[in-house]
């Protein structure tokens, strides 16, 4: 299991400026709902946001230590 705090310092290596939110929706650390806010995502399409969090997450869904990702992206109001 993988830590929120890891999890966001993950996202925050790629993304400097995300703020994260982190939901457990299993009670085990693997069914996650993350939700991402980044002024990186200006100008990009959906795809793109989410594949940039994929990209900070890769070791973790490689390894399966996240087995199901529910992501939200957005940019700051």
Do not use: C
């Not at 002024?39 to 390894?63: C, M, P, T, W």
Request: hydrophobic share 45%; no cysteine; aromatic share 2%.
């Amino acid at each position: 299991m993988v830590s929120s705090e890891e999890l966001s310092t993950a996202i925050q290596r790629v993304l400097p400026d995300a703020k994260v939110a982190i939901e457990d929706l299993s009670g085990a650390g693997d069914h996650l709902k993350i939700d991402v806010i980044s002024n990186a995502f200006k100008g990009l399409s959906l795809i793109r946001q989410h594949q940039l969090v994929y990209g900070a997450l890769k070791d973790e869904l490689a390894s399966e230590a996240i087995h199901a990702l529910a992501l939200n992206t957005s940019i700051p109001n």
